[in-house]
């Protein structure tokens, strides 16, 4: 009788320790991760930027250094200049000297990667600004929905040109942008092209970007097809404006429709003198806030809600798309000149 008295009090007992031992005591055991524990005024955001070739590229920088400071952080901004080897140079240095987040725009898609890794090895997150780096794992892709960039800029020349010969000059083959974008032209243009309605005379990416690049095309695209050219849909407004300039060497601008993107101000002003009929505007402001503010909820270990994933080749990465502005003859003031992205003064002089 005594023995299992004291037998059961003694598992009363024990039951009664472990019941009566707070959770909490446990839970403090496992300090959090160290992230969680950053200041913001300690944060360092390391920008690698791939060109200022094109305006926009100025106000990207410009914009994100000053959103960056307001929000207390320190930046340090680099440009390659297009050169990978720099860039991966630059990238190195800034993640060997010490940043807490890694926002790039890769020149060449695929040959980031590698820093996307070494920068995991050091403990540092990244984000993919405006162009997503290939083939990595890359935490977060930050930019305008290039794919719906394409479909508009195809469904707008459609409207003007549902028949005829099209040139397509496509950005650098490096920047996977100017493949998501593509991808939306061809997407829209298919069945005028299986009815055999329009017919791609001619199909070239840009190298770089670089202008002279796509007015050389542009040339041979009216060379070999005998000026029979109804529309061109180029990558962005550098391009565009590069198309135009040959198109005026056959006295076809203006005549020729003509699509770009960026909402850069001598692509806004040719839509005003009608050379030509079309651009994206993207706002950098937005872009370039919103990325300082992903940037600092990265560094901090904090939880992003994407909206949607992109798979570059190795994952599906998180993804925020903003969405572009189409901006023909009909809507200049209600978009670029109401958002201050340019004056009024400075299209119309
Ligand atoms: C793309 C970008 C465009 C463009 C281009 C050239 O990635 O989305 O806005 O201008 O690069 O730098």
């Known amino acids: 009788m005594n023995k299992r008295f004291l037998l059961l009090s003694g598992w009363v007992m024990i039951i009664l320790l472990i019941a009566c031992t707070p959770d909490e005591k446990i839970k403090e055991v496992t300090p959090p991760p160290e992230t969680e524990l950053k200041r913001i005024e300690d944060i360092k955001i390391g920008f690698s930027m791939d060109t200022l070739q094109e305006d926009r590229w100025f106000k990207d920088r410009n914009l994100f250094v000053e959103a960056a400071e307001k929000a207390g952080v320190k930046v340090e901004v680099t440009v390659a200049n297009g050169d990978d080897v720099k860039q991966v140079w630059q990238t190195e240095k800034m993640i060997s000297e010490g940043i807490d987040v890694l926002v790039v725009v890769p020149h060449n898609a695929e040959s980031m990667a590698a820093i996307v890794e070494r920068a995991h090895d050091a403990g ?22 290039n794919e719906k960039i394409g479909i508009l800029q195809a469904t707008a020349m459609t409207a003007l040109v549902p028949k005829g010969n099209y040139v397509y000059l496509g950005g ?38 670089v202008p002279e690049v796509a007015k050389t095309n542009m040339k041979t695209a009216l060379e070999v097809n005998n000026q029979q050219v109804d529309a061109v849909i180029a990558g962005n407004d550098a391009t565009a404006g590069a198309a135009i300039e040959a198109l005026a060497a056959h006295n076809l601008a203006g005549s020729v429709p003509v699509a770009g993107q960026d909402a850069d101000l001598a692509g806004v002003k040719r839509i005003v ?17 919103r990325a300082v503010e992903l940037a600092i909820k990265l560094a901090m270990g904090e939880e992003i809600q994407e909206d949607r994933t992109i798979n570059n080749g190795k994952i599906n990465v998180p993804s925020i798309l903003l969405p572009p502005v189409p901006v023909n003859l009909t809507n200049i003031k209600e978009t670029v000149i109401a958002d201050g992205f340019h004056e009024e003064k400075d299209i119309y002089q």
């Open 124 to 145: 540092i997150k990244v984000l993919s600004y405006d162009r997503l780096v290939r083939n990595a794992e890359v935490d977060l892709y930050l930019s305008y929905d």
């Open 172 to 209: 650098a083959d490096t920047d996977y942008n100017a493949h998501l974008m593509k991808q939306g032209v061809f997407k829209v243009l298919k069945p005028y092209i299986d009815r055999g309605d329009i017919t791609v005379v001619f199909n070239q990416w840009t190298k770089d970007w």
């Open 273 to 289: 003198e009608g050379t030509q009929n079309l651009t994206m505007y993207k706002s950098i402001d937005d872009l370039s806030e």
